[in-house]
């Protein structure tokens, strides 16, 4: 049984923010420069951070983002920050997803929080503070992709913070650029009225290519070696940190078996009452954490999945589990191979693997 007692690397609103992305997945061209700091229209939804990126914005931010979930004018419990949410589907690229966290008032706490965001690169030309921060989610990928950025900025007694997340490329598709989201997240607070007056300037995406070492605390729940052991793979993983999410990639993703594996954690830090209002979804599993579900599914290979198209559907076996405030989803998702482990083993090493962990 593991013990491994993890940290959260930037204390913020991330967390919720990842988790307005979930519940709102759950219930269903590169901008030109510019200066300007005239704020668009408000869009009047009752909800600042919906009025503050309004959907036009947001739509030349990212080809295709429209508003995802439900974008309440109340803030979700237990959070400090309205939340706004967008998203992409495209056949071939996809689905992208850009989040809107606003917290207003802010404390002089989470002021300083935001301005001491680590390996945050400065940005000029927007409110009295703001930086990008690239976390590297799809270095390691065909591409080597820099692709998941977050705009942090804060202006007078406000913070807004800003994820922008591409998929990794597939076959056919361009690479995720680092570079134009980070243009266009900026431009988007710019245009949001967040312009000081000043030149807008954007820094360069970090080089791209796979890290060397990883100290990202989600990764260190289960190793690399305990995953493969757990699902029988025999290819060694790419590892694809993310700030609060970790992803391993085994082997040939089109290609039936267990080397077909991604597997990934995520672990949001003080959620589990937010999910908890909602009703956990899923069969009821005992003996793991203080509460915690099973969900299944299945969907056909190709663009939607992030895989090469096949004949052999992709089965996806989530748990989600709670541990005092703290909500952790495990999700295995492999091509079955009739000569394989079946389903239903499949879903037996899978909650062996997460039931000891601690987060």
């Given at each position: 049984?593991?013990?491994?007692?993890?940290?959260?690397?930037?204390?913020?609103?991330t967390?919720?923010?990842?988790?307005?992305?979930?519940l709102?997945?759950?219930?269903?061209?590169?901008?030109?420069?510019?200066?300007?700091?005239?704020?668009?229209?408000s869009?009047?939804?009752?909800?600042?951070?919906?009025?503050?990126?309004?959907?036009?914005?947001?739509?030349?931010?990212?080809?295709?983002?429209?508003?995802?979930?439900?974008?309440?004018?109340?803030?979700?419990?237990?959070?400090?920050?309205?939340?706004?949410?967008?998203?992409?589907?495209?056949k071939?690229?996809g689905?992208?997803?850009?989040?809107?966290?606003?917290?207003?008032?802010?404390?002089?706490?989470?002021?300083?929080?935001?301005?001491?965001?680590?390996?945050?690169?400065?940005?000029?030309?927007?409110?009295?503070?703001?930086?990008?921060?690239?976390?590297?989610?799809?270095?390691?990928?065909?591409?080597?992709?820099?692709?998941?950025?977050?705009?942090?900025?804060?202006?007078?007694?406000?913070?807004?913070?800003?994820?922008?997340?591409?998929?990794?490329?597939?076959?056919?598709?361009?690479?995720?650029?680092?570079?134009?989201?980070?243009?266009?997240?900026?431009?988007?607070?710019v245009?949001?009225?967040?312009?000081?007056?000043?030149?807008?300037?954007?820094?360069?995406?970090?080089?791209?290519?796979?890290?060397?070492?990883?100290?990202?605390?989600?990764?260190?729940?289960?190793?690399?070696?305990?995953?493969?052991?757990?699902f029988?793979?025999?290819?060694?993983?790419?590892?694809?940190?993310?700030?609060?999410?970790?992803?391993?990639?085994?082997?040939?993703?089109?290609?039936?078996?267990?080397?077909?594996?991604?597997?990934?954690?995520?672990?949001?830090?003080?959620?589990?009452?937010?999910?908890?209002?909602?009703?956990?979804?899923?069969?009821?599993?005992?003996?793991?954490?203080d509460?915690?579900?099973?969900?299944?599914?299945?969907?056909?290979?190709?663009?939607k999945?992030?895989?090469?198209?096949?004949?052999?559907?992709?089965?996806?076996?989530?748990?989600?589990?709670?541990?005092?405030?703290?909500?952790?989803?495990?999700?295995?998702?492999?091509?079955?191979s009739?000569?394989?482990?079946?389903?239903?083993?499949?879903?037996?090493?899978?909650?062996?693997?997460?039931?000891?962990?601690?987060?």
């Amino acid at each position: 049984m593991r013990n491994r007692q993890s940290r959260w690397i930037r204390p913020g609103v991330t967390p919720v923010a990842m988790l307005a992305l979930f519940l709102a997945l759950a219930a269903c061209s590169q901008p030109a420069g510019g200066t300007s700091s005239s704020r668009a229209p408000s869009s009047s939804t009752g909800n600042p951070a919906c009025d503050l990126i309004t959907p036009e914005i947001a739509a030349k931010a990212g080809s295709g983002l429209v508003p995802v979930g439900q974008n309440s004018p109340a803030k979700p419990q237990g959070s400090k920050a309205y939340l706004c949410t967008y998203s992409s589907k495209s056949k071939d690229a996809g689905a992208t997803f850009l989040s809107v966290a606003l917290t207003s008032p802010a404390s002089a706490a989470d002021i300083s929080r935001a301005k001491s965001t680590s390996d945050c690169s400065p940005v000029a030309g927007i409110g009295d503070f703001a930086c990008l921060q690239w976390t590297g989610y799809f270095r390691g990928e065909a591409g080597g992709a820099s692709a998941n950025v977050v705009l942090i900025a804060v202006r007078g007694n406000e913070t807004l913070e800003m994820p922008y997340v591409a998929p990794p490329p597939m076959a056919g598709s361009g690479v995720p650029d680092g570079d134009a989201m980070a243009r266009a997240l900026s431009q988007a607070a710019v245009d949001a009225g967040w312009g000081n007056g000043t030149a807008l300037g954007v820094p360069a995406a970090p080089p791209v290519g796979p890290p060397a070492t990883t100290n990202n605390a989600v990764c260190a729940l289960i190793s690399p070696d305990e995953v493969r052991q757990a699902f029988g793979a025999k290819t060694q993983p790419q590892i694809l940190p993310g700030e609060g999410s970790c992803r391993y990639t085994f082997g040939d993703l089109g290609t039936p078996g267990p080397d077909s594996l991604v597997f990934s954690s995520e672990v949001l830090k003080g959620s589990a009452s937010a999910l908890s209002a909602r009703g956990m979804p899923g069969e009821p599993l005992d003996g793991v954490g203080d509460k915690a579900a099973f969900i299944m599914r299945t969907e056909p290979a190709g663009p939607k999945s992030l895989r090469p198209a096949g004949d052999v559907p992709v089965t996806i076996l989530s748990v989600m589990v709670v541990r005092g405030q703290n909500l952790a989803t495990f999700t295995a998702q492999v091509l079955i191979s009739p000569t394989g482990p079946t389903t239903e083993q499949t879903k037996d090493q899978l909650i062996t693997l997460v039931r000891g962990v601690s987060f």
